[in-house]
């Protein structure tokens, strides 16, 4: 395990559900990052954060609605999933924006039926 | 138009050989690159960085960087099995200094 958590590890919701990802870093980093992880597609970057501002949202649909409360939780809240949002989310750290040396988290594997 | 690309493989290399993966990046700005290892089922782990052209050595990793020819590359001596993984190359660019990702590169390291 890295020092980057994520809970929970597996969720399977309906397209009507509302849940919540959660994300924390122990590695005292400022910048935290969502990815989504799709078979056979490149990893795509969905939000950043740098010390605690969103400073990036890659035209993300906005049935998923981040947050992110400190430096070291984030959080990735969906609602009206469709199918195709069924992935692997991955939330990652650095210590800012500046150093990309990122770190990943276990990632969620989503199931949206 | 992909801007980090990777053969997607499968290459796959006898135990003991020399492994080689290459990555080519379309932004002639990018100035820092990954390598990273994802086994099945886990998340990325970062393996190597490398921000100069030439060389780096960590362990039985090597990454290369050629600037003027957009060209990234790992290598990875004395393979084993434990080293069989899908390898994802990773590039800062743009002026968000985003980190974007290759599709990864499946290497299989037969016993």
């Given at each position: 395990?890295?020092?980057?958590?994520?809970?929970?590890?597996?969720?399977?919701?309906?397209?009507?559900?509302?849940?919540?990802?959660k994300?924390?870093?122990?590695?005292g980093?400022?910048?935290?990052?969502?990815?989504?992880?799709?078979?056979?597609?490149p990893l795509?970057?969905m939000?950043?954060?740098?010390?605690?501002?969103?400073?990036?949202?890659?035209s993300?649909?906005?049935?998923?609605?981040?947050?992110?409360?400190?430096?070291s939780?984030?959080?990735?809240?969906?609602?009206?999933?469709?199918?195709?949002d069924?992935?692997?989310?991955?939330c990652?750290?650095?210590?800012?924006?500046?150093?990309?040396?990122?770190?990943?988290?276990p990632?969620t594997?989503?199931?949206?039926? | 138009?992909?801007?980090?690309?990777?053969?997607?493989?499968?290459?796959?290399?006898?135990?003991?050989?020399?492994?080689?993966l290459?990555c080519?990046?379309?932004?002639r700005?990018?100035?820092s690159?990954?390598?990273?290892?994802?086994?099945s089922?886990?998340?990325?782990?970062?393996?190597?960085?490398?921000y100069?052209?030439?060389?780096?050595?960590?362990?039985?990793?090597?990454?290369q960087?050629?600037?003027?020819?957009?060209?990234?590359?790992?290598?990875?001596?004395?393979?084993?099995?434990?080293?069989?993984?899908t390898?994802?190359?990773a590039?800062?660019?743009?002026?968000?200094?985003?980190?974007?990702?290759g599709?990864?590169?499946?290497?299989?390291?037969?016993?």
């Amino acid at each position: 395990e890295t020092g980057v958590t994520q809970t929970p590890r597996h969720l399977v919701m309906g397209m009507t559900n509302k849940k919540s990802l959660k994300c924390e870093q122990h590695l005292g980093h400022n910048a935290m990052y969502w990815y989504k992880q799709s078979a056979k597609k490149p990893l795509e970057l969905m939000f950043v954060y740098n010390f605690k501002e969103q400073t990036e949202n890659n035209s993300v649909p906005s049935r998923f609605s981040p947050e992110c409360p400190n430096s070291s939780h984030l959080f990735l809240h969906l609602h009206t999933l469709q199918p195709e949002d069924s992935a692997l989310y991955l939330c990652a750290s650095s210590q800012d924006t500046q150093y990309n040396e990122q770190f990943f988290g276990p990632g969620t594997r989503l199931t949206v039926l | 138009q992909k801007e980090v690309e990777q053969n997607s493989g499968p290459l796959s290399v006898p135990e003991g050989a020399i492994a080689s993966l290459n990555c080519t990046y379309s932004d002639r700005v990018s100035q820092s690159f990954f390598w990273y290892r994802q086994y099945s089922g886990k998340s990325p782990e970062l393996i190597m960085s490398i921000y100069s052209n030439g060389d780096k050595e960590d362990g039985r990793f090597t990454a290369q960087l050629n600037k003027a020819s957009q060209y990234v590359s790992l290598l990875i001596r004395d393979s084993q099995p434990s080293d069989s993984a899908t390898y994802l190359c990773a590039a800062v660019s743009g002026s968000a200094r985003q980190l974007t990702f290759g599709s990864g590169t499946q290497l299989t390291v037969l016993p």
